[in-house]
């Protein structure tokens, strides 16, 4: 496979929240997320999740500057017990939903996630 990025533009309302879909849908693993905060305030969370299914793949709070991250999430046997140790890249099939909390009114930025994977774009409407 092949690491492909999903890029997410973000700009909060007056508020300071964004909720954004990607334009693509993602198949694969999600390896890292760069977070370029923009102009956002310093307070910002940032949460990633598969769109349809929930999946959390990245959630970080107080992200005052720019910065990328690995991903990674706990590993689970085969009764759903965490494995001590033991982390895996979450695997996503669907487009991913970037909500941005604490960020300041009408600030915006830019998150990229990086996937070992495929994506296919997404026509607009749906």
């Known amino acids: 496979m092949s690491i492909r990025k999903v890029v997410i533009p973000f700009t909060t309302n007056g508020s300071g ?22 102009d956002a305030a310093s307070t910002a969370d940032f949460t990633i999740t598969a769109n349809e299914t929930g999946v959390v793949v990245f959630n970080k709070t107080n992200i005052a500057s720019d910065v990328q991250y690995p991903v990674r999430t706990p590993t689970y046997d085969t009764t759903g017990t965490a494995i001590t140790g033991a982390y895996s890249a979450p695997v996503v099939a669907e487009r991913l939903r ?4 604490q960020g300041g ?22």
């Not at 970037?98 to 909390?101: F, H, N, R, S, T």
């Not at 915006?108 to 994506?119: A, E, F, I, K, N």
């Open 17 to 38: 929240a964004a909720d954004t879909l990607s334009e693509v849908a993602a198949f694969g693993e999600v390896v890292a997320v760069n977070i370029d905060t923009g």
């Open 98 to 101: 970037l909500v941005v909390a």
């Open 105 to 126: 009114a009408t600030k915006s930025g830019v998150v990229t996630v990086y996937v070992d994977g495929d994506l296919t774009p997404i026509g607009r409407g749906s």
